[in-house]
């Protein structure tokens, strides 16, 4: 359930506005009665293509295009993360080809922009995403994934965002019966673990995991690598400023093993084992590895967009498909030499002189 009121201008709910443990406690007892009605299985999808069915490859890679339409279209992550999960459950009740994986997650990414209060010109998304096919096209299959999945208007799925932003709920609210709220709040940004979030949304070997499991285990991640960032960095402080800083490794210490400990109890309430927890940490530690790295991910799930061109302007065009033009490579702190070209239209422009002087 998410909380959005009370909230600053960094995205930290303002201590006074979170709920009270008890509240949130409830309402994780009611999402984790829901969860499973929302929870997709893409077991059953093949790696990589096979006899023209979607794979995983396709689905992740739809999975990009829809975050950067996300982020073109400046729009909240639950649509996002709606989108990703109408996709996903579609994909889980009906096998479709993969020549229409690219509609498939256009027309989720527009149900969810519509459901969300956000809705968007089809025309304009057909045009944006080049998923080759036409507004009324979109409109059709959105119908489509509302029918096959057959939920109500207005329904709010429960994803990994919700208990995310439950569970930094509840952390917080600990911190706070510790006296650490400020604390808390000073090594945790939302808005960092929505997007590593995402980053975990975006591949097809997590979408069969349970949102809970996903979301509590990035966030005690988050947590165990910013406390131990900061002890770290108190630890290379200098003798004359280690008195006074003296208290503020353990007070980092202290919150981080209570934090452990209520995490080892939502598990409990969770119901999950510490085996599933462990491969869960492995799978989700993989993608977040590759996000901290910097390494391009989206290299392999690239987007070929087709320039769209009249015929008047691409009348006007030179085709340069195969011209390849190389720089001549500057040499630094060497005079200034004259180009080839120069040379050779001074020479020709000497033995024209010395022609008419013979």
């Known amino acids: 359930m998410s909380h959005t009121a009370g909230m600053d201008t960094s995205g930290l709910p303002v201590p006074d506005a979170i709920p009270s443990l008890e509240q949130l ?72 080809k993969q020549k229409y ?18 809705p968007l010109d089809a025309d304009h998304v057909v045009s944006i995403s080049q998923c080759r096919c036409t507004a009324d096209d979109l409109k059709r299959m959105s119908k489509v994934i509302e029918d096959k999945l057959e939920r109500a208007p207005g329904t709010q799925p429960i994803t990994a965002l919700t208990f995310l932003r439950l569970f930094n709920n509840m952390f ?25 979030l995402e980053m975990v949304a975006c591949d097809g070997n997590c979408a069969s995991l349970r949102p809970s499991e996903v979301a509590l285990m990035l966030l005690c991640s988050y947590l165990d690598t910013a406390v131990n960032q900061l002890m770290n960095a108190n630890a290379d402080t200098t003798v004359n400023n280690l008195s006074r800083n003296a208290s503020i490794p353990p007070t980092y210490q202290r919150l981080k093993d209570e934090l452990m400990q209520f995490a080892a109890e939502l598990r409990e309430i969770c119901n999950i084992s510490e085996e599933s927890f462990r491969s869960t940490h492995g799978a989700v530690s993989a993608i977040l590895s590759k996000y901290n790295a910097q390494e391009q991910t989206n290299k392999t799930y690239k987007q070929n967009l087709i320039w769209k061109l009249s015929h008047r302007t691409a009348g006007v065009l030179r085709p340069s498909q195969n011209f390849i033009s190389v720089l001549p490579v500057i040499a630094e702190h060497v005079p200034s030499v004259p180009s080839p070209n120069k040379i050779s239209r001074k020479s020709r422009k000497y033995r024209r002189r010395g022609n008419k002087r013979c």
């Open 25 to 96: 406690q409830e309402d994780l007892v009611l999402n984790l009665v829901q969860e499973v009605k929302f929870q997709p299985n893409l077991d059953e999808l093949p790696i990589t293509m096979q006899k023209d069915d979607i794979s995983i490859a396709a689905r992740d890679k739809s999975a990009y295009i829809l975050r950067c339409l996300k982020v073109m279209y400046d729009l909240s992550s639950d649509v996002f993360f709606m989108a990703i999960n109408l996709m996903d459950c579609f994909l889980t009740r009906m096998k479709a």
């Open 101 to 118: 994986m690219a509609c498939i997650s256009v027309s989720a990414f527009y149900t969810a922009a519509v459901q969300q209060m956000q």
């Open 172 to 196: 917080h609210a600990v911190a706070r019966q510790l006296h650490f709220g400020d604390v808390y709040a000073s090594i945790t940004n939302e808005s960092e673990l929505i997007l590593r």
